[in-house]
């Protein structure tokens, strides 16, 4: 692996060539906002639209509510890879534990395959994977035990790489300059099962990511990518962990008319809006 391949390796790092990154126009001096680019749209017919879609998420939040410990409102259902699988969470209790802040402890199943592959990707997309000792631990805590040494090693070597970090605008301990704030999340959309047995299961998992540093001056503002990653997945210990790791840009959707932040509301933003623990 060479740090020309950052984008192709940690969940969208550093952006694509097929990603286009929308600035507004205007001289407002700020990287992100200003003018919007073209004008918002707004119309009875879409406030319509989005009154359904808001009734229609409550109505689904509510059928898979369930009574009781909704960790028990639906047992376990088999593997079957590459079918339709539905978008909404089945009520299985996704984790057991933590290992530091990743959560740790999935089930023996192909939901709990899904759920572990997901919660990977976020802690391997994470800005946490930019410092040594938190990069450390998030090896150890995804992947199994056979593949830490080989992995540890090719991620410091690129986590580390002067030319690297130069290129995305971070300082040579991997943390931002000073009146930045460097943001690095992936947020999934879903996961599937590409194939399962009893002690090994790939998983894919489709999400965006947000990449870049918010702030005055920034060279590298935030930007948004669209990825689809591939996950080996080995039982070993009691638990799901990586084996190997493959990644392909898209699906990309269609972009929407909206305002990009400014640098005042990216830095907020990622300071007051915390992460979730995702499951199938």
């Known amino acids: 692996m060479s740090p020309g391949d950052e984008h192709d390796s940690f969940g969208g790092v550093g952006g694509s060539g097929q990603t286009r990154t929308r600035?507004?126009?205007?001289?407002?001096?700020?990287?992100?906002?200003?003018?919007?680019?073209?004008?918002?749209?707004?119309?009875?017919?879409?406030?319509t639209v989005v009154g359904v879609v808001?009734?229609?998420?409550?109505?689904?939040?509510?059928?898979?509510?369930?009574?009781?410990?909704?960790a028990d409102a639906a047992g376990p259902r088999a593997g079957t890879p590459g079918g339709?699988?539905?978008?909404?969470?089945?009520?299985?209790?996704?984790?057991s534990g933590k290992n530091g802040a990743i959560p740790t402890g999935y089930?023996?199943?192909?939901q709990g395959a899904q759920s572990a592959a997901t919660n990977y990707a976020v802690a391997l997309g994470s800005a946490e994977m930019f410092t040594a000792s938190e990069r450390s631990e998030i090896v150890h805590a995804v992947y199994a035990p056979s593949a830490i040494a080989a992995r540890q090693g090719d991620l410091d070597k690129v986590y580390t790489d002067k030319d690297f970090l130069s290129r995305i605008g971070l300082q040579e301990d991997g943390t931002a300059p000073q009146g930045?704030?460097?943001?690095?999340?992936?947020?999934?959309?879903?996961?599937?099962?590409e194939s399962y047995d009893e002690d090994k299961a790939t998983v894919a998992v489709w999400y965006s990511s947000l990449f870049g540093l918010a702030g005055e001056g920034s060279r590298n503002p935030v930007s948004e990518a669209w990825y689809t990653g591939s996950y080996e997945l080995q039982w070993v210990g009691g638990d799901w962990k990586v084996t190997g790791f493959s990644q392909q840009d898209g699906p990309v959707p269609v972009g929407r008319d909206q305002r990009a932040s400014t640098s005042q509301e990216m830095s907020d933003a990622v300071g007051q809006f915390g992460g979730f623990t995702y499951a199938r």
């Open 23 to 47: 600035l507004p126009e205007g001289n407002s001096g700020d990287v992100y906002g200003g003018a919007p680019r073209r004008p918002v749209r707004s119309s009875r017919s879409l406030i």
């Open 54 to 70: 808001v009734v229609l998420v409550a109505a689904i939040a509510f059928a898979n509510r369930g009574g009781g410990d909704p």
């Open 84 to 95: 339709t699988a539905p978008t909404a969470a089945t009520g299985i209790r996704p984790v």
């Open 107 to 110: 089930a023996h199943d192909d």
């Open 180 to 193: 930045l704030t460097f943001i690095s999340r992936v947020i999934p959309v879903g996961a599937k099962v």
